[in-house]
């Protein structure tokens, strides 16, 4: 199994683990809102009546979304529904980091493995050394290139503000269009679903990073001792954006930029988020001949 396959499956297990954690957030959230749930359903089906002066349809209406509004108030069900949400979050942003560390050394490790071949194959006189890293090491790498929108959407994960406004806007919307229980447990699935994808366009790009990253730093290692290295932009074709499909097959130098591009490789922390978010692109990293040299993306010279 090659690295990126080994991406696939630790992004399909990091899925699953953070997904069963979201899910077991809404079973809890849904327990939590049972007995506002169970208000509702009196609420509609009549058991619970508005006072004897609400004759008017229209104030019967208004009473009973005035009802469940300062019920949801009392009982703090956007709170509580929330709190569940922002605590499955910071579980997946550990999942997510925790995964991220077999990625870096997979893929660096893969990437040792083919510099050296190539150098050995060629007959170079260089022959490049690299150093161990444990996973302490390669979580510090990790960290100290992670670019502040991975920051900002880790804290969100564990912290979703946005996720709460949701919440807030949807029982609201509810409550005025006197839906019952059904229905808002449906919008509050939605929810938490939106959540979950949220989480899985964080492990996508931080899995596209970590991936360029290990195989660019290992790079660099042979770069400093006098190998020559360059680098082929491989997009995979799963929603790429059109300014990655344009740079499919093409080759820089290690440390330059693709041409027509400010990546330096896929997922570059130096990038702006537009280009960066939710990549699948890959790194393929090669060495040049003694002689050789890249001109208008074509390898000349040589022997």
């Not at 730093?217 to 074709?237: C, D, F, I, K, L």
């Not at 990655?244 to 130098?253: P, R, S, T």
Request: net charge neutral; glycine share 6%.
């Amino acid at each position: 199994m090659d690295a990126i396959e080994r991406g696939e499956q630790l992004m399909m297990e990091m899925e699953n683990r953070y997904v069963s954690v979201y899910d077991a957030a809404l079973r809890r959230a849904v327990r939590n809102t049972r007995a506002f749930l169970q208000k509702v359903k009196d609420v509609q089906s009549g058991k619970i009546k508005p006072p004897q002066f609400y004759v008017d349809r229209d104030e019967v209406d208004k009473w009973r979304e005035g009802f469940l509004k300062e019920l949801a108030r009392q009982l703090h069900v956007v709170e509580n529904i929330a709190a569940e949400l922002n605590a499955a979050g910071g579980q997946a942003a550990e999942i997510i980091r925790d995964g991220l560390d077999e990625v870096y050394a997979v893929n660096r490790t893969e990437t040792v493995d083919a510099i050296t071949a190539a150098v050995d194959r060629r007959g170079f006189a260089v022959q490049p050394t690299f150093a161990l890293m444990d996973k302490r090491a390669i979580r510090i790498a990790i960290e100290d290139a992670q670019p502040v929108f991975s920051k900002i959407a880790y804290n969100n994960l564990g912290n979703n503000v946005a996720a709460r406004r949701r919440l807030q806007n949807t029982l609201a919307e509810a409550l005025a269009l006197g839906e019952d229980q059904d229905k808002i447990l449906r919008r509050i699935r939605r929810i938490t679903l939106q959540t979950t994808k949220q989480a899985r366009r964080v492990a996508q790009t931080e899995l596209t990073r970590v991936r360029s990253q290990a195989r660019y730093e290992a790079e660099q290692e042979a770069v400093q001792q006098g190998v020559g290295a360059y680098n082929t932009w491989s997009t995979r074709m799963i929603n790429s954006r059109d300014t990655h499909i344009m740079l499919n097959g093409k080759k820089a130098m290690h440390g330059d930029a693709f041409p027509g591009s400010v990546l330096r490789y896929p997922c570059d922390p130096t990038a702006p988020a537009r280009e960066v978010i939710n990549c699948h692109c890959v790194l393929v990293p090669d060495v040049l001949l003694p002689g050789e040299r890249l001109e208008n993306g074509q390898i000349v010279g040589g022997d």
